[in-house]
């Protein structure tokens, strides 16, 4: 009687497997069709929109640089020896020579002395200095004023510009030209004694 119920009950449990397997299967079956899925739904409660807005930039103004000043044009040593025709040289009149004042004071200090003199030292001949080429073709006039140390035999001791133009040859053109000359000396009491004079030179050329 044991055995014929132990068999039984092997033969019946693949059964009732089988059985609770499928029953349980209908069940989830059923489950999902009775009862929805539910779904998490995300709303946009607002949307941004991005606005870009165009603004239009000004063009920069370019300002234009004025150029630089021009350098100044310094005169070049020409290459040729021709002097051209329509330059002429004051020449000194020795009849206005004596009106010649006494020289101003001098610029170098204690190298300038005044001594007192009755007659100024007149030349004995004109002073007619060489016009530089550098001037010339620059076109550069004007007047050179030269202090002169006259000693007591009329030979130029020593000179210093007063006034000058300098850096175009022509202080240098007046004092050779004055060097070259010899003068009466100046006369103190009626005795020759060296003094300082101013000479000018002028410088011009012929329009």
């Known amino acids: 009687m044991r055995s014929e119920s132990s068999a039984a009950i092997k033969y019946l449990y693949p059964v009732i497997v089988r ?5 349980g299967i209908l069940i989830l079956i059923f489950t999902f069709l009775v009862f929805p899925r539910s779904t998490n739904t995300m709303e946009l409660d607002e949307e941004f929109q991005i606005i870009i807005e165009q603004i239009d930039i000004p063009q920069t103004e370019q300002f234009d640089q ?5 350098r100044p044009s310094v005169p070049v040593e020409s290459e040729s020896e021709d002097i051209a025709d329509d330059i002429t040289l004051d020449e000194f009149n020795l009849d206005e020579f004596d009106a010649w004042d006494a020289p101003p004071p001098p610029p170098e200090g204690p190298r300038v002395k005044f001594i007192p003199y009755d007659d100024p030292p007149v030349p004995l001949r004109p002073i007619r200095p060489k016009y530089p080429e550098i001037a010339q073709e620059a076109g550069i006039e004007g007047t050179v004023v030269v202090q002169v ?3 007591e035999r009329g030979r130029v001791k020593d000179t210093v510009i007063l006034k000058g133009i300098p850096n175009t040859g022509l202080d240098e053109a007046a004092t ?3 060097r070259n000359v010899r003068f009466r000396p100046a006369k103190q009491r ?7 004079i101013s ?3 002028n410088f011009r050329l012929k329009s």
Do not use: M
């Not at 004025?66 to 021009?70: Q, T």
């Not at 005795?191 to 300082?196: P, Q, S």
């Open 19 to 23: 059985v609770t397997g499928l029953s």
């Open 66 to 70: 004025p150029p630089p000043p021009a």
């Open 149 to 151: 140390f006259v000693d």
């Open 176 to 178: 050779e030209a004055i």
């Open 190 to 196: 009626e005795r020759a004694v060296g003094v300082w």
């Open 199 to 201: 000479i000018p030179v």
